[in-house]
């Protein structure tokens, strides 16, 4: 049987190897070699194998037979499908979360009004990730929720690459932009929220299949 450290581990090296990937830090088409990730953990091949196999059931890796593997190239077919299955998703998550959610959990999405301390451009990477997986976990259908939240995660290596874009007056516009669905949202305007969230979502799909498709890393 495994041991829970054990698990604990191959858990620890796929979410790291998974953060390392979406950040950017291991960026599309870099090489991956169980040999050389086994010696970064410092632990066996096997769960490196593991977390690979599960990054490619993720589409942010890809076997490369008899050649070990390497990071997803980032294609614009593929950032286009995402594009669309997360607005399905996330027109879903705030008209539940407009009927559903708590009058305290919808205050609580005051916090994205502003950035805060994080007023870089390249800060609201994080800034605009918190956001929209704040609004996927207010709704209390679990399944669709996690697909939410899962999808959400995803889009941080295409939005990187169109942040460096970005203006402060277009971060600005963008934090308008969420304010709004956050008013939607606490007037319990589910059809007014999911019409200024597939707007939002519309707007930044041109802007970043625009960046990519100036990006070198796109295949």
Same mark, same amino acid.
């Given at each position: 049987?495994?041991?829970?450290?054990?698990?604990?581990?191959?858990?620890?090296?796929?979410?790291?190897?998974? $953060?390392?990937?979406?950040?950017?830090?291991?960026?599309?088409?870099?090489?991956?070699?169980?040999?050389?990730?086994?010696?970064?953990? %410092?632990?066996?091949?096997?769960?490196?194998?593991?977390?690979?196999?599960?990054?490619?059931?993720?589409?942010?890796?890809?076997?490369?037979? @008899?050649?070990?593997?390497?990071?997803?190239?980032?294609?614009?077919?593929?950032?286009?499908?995402?594009?669309?299955?997360?607005?399905?998703?996330?027109?879903?998550?705030?008209?539940? %979360?407009?009927?559903?959610?708590?009058?305290?959990?919808?205050?609580?999405?005051?916090?994205? @009004?502003?950035?805060?301390?994080?007023?870089?451009?390249?800060?609201?990477?994080?800034?605009? $990730?918190?956001?929209?997986? %704040?609004?996927?976990?207010?709704?209390?259908? @679990?399944?669709?929720?996690?697909?939410?939240?899962?999808?959400?995660?995803?889009?941080?290596?295409?939005?990187?690459?169109?942040?460096?874009?970005?203006?402060?007056?277009?971060?600005? %516009?963008?934090?308008?932009?969420?304010?709004?669905?956050?008013?939607?949202?606490?007037?319990?305007?589910?059809?007014?929220?999911?019409?200024?969230?597939?707007?939002?979502?519309?707007?930044?799909?041109?802007?970043?299949?625009?960046?990519?498709?100036?990006?070198?890393?796109?295949?």
């Amino acid at each position: 049987m495994i041991g829970t450290e054990t698990l604990l581990r191959r858990e620890e090296v796929y979410h790291c190897l998974r $953060r390392d990937i979406l950040d950017c830090a291991l960026p599309p088409g870099t090489e991956l070699h169980e040999p050389e990730l086994a010696e970064r953990f %410092a632990i066996s091949k096997s769960p490196i194998r593991d977390a690979l196999l599960r990054l490619e059931a993720e589409r942010l890796v890809v076997v490369r037979p @008899r050649k070990g593997y390497k990071v997803a190239p980032v294609s614009l077919s593929d950032a286009r499908d995402l594009f669309e299955f997360r607005a399905l998703i996330e027109q879903v998550c705030v008209i539940n %979360a407009a009927g559903n959610a708590s009058e305290s959990a919808l205050k609580g999405l005051d916090r994205f @009004r502003s950035l805060g301390a994080a007023g870089e451009p390249s800060r609201f990477i994080v800034y605009n $990730r918190g956001f929209h997986l %704040a609004i996927a976990k207010l709704c209390d259908n @679990r399944r669709i929720a996690q697909t939410g939240a899962g999808l959400i995660e995803q889009f941080d290596r295409l939005v990187i690459v169109s942040v460096k874009q970005l203006a402060k007056e277009e971060v600005a %516009a963008l934090i308008a932009e969420h304010s709004q669905i956050i008013d939607a949202l606490q007037a319990r305007a589910g059809k007014r929220a999911a019409r200024l969230i597939s707007a939002h979502i519309g707007r930044a799909r041109r802007r970043v299949l625009s960046a990519l498709s100036q990006a070198a890393i796109v295949s």
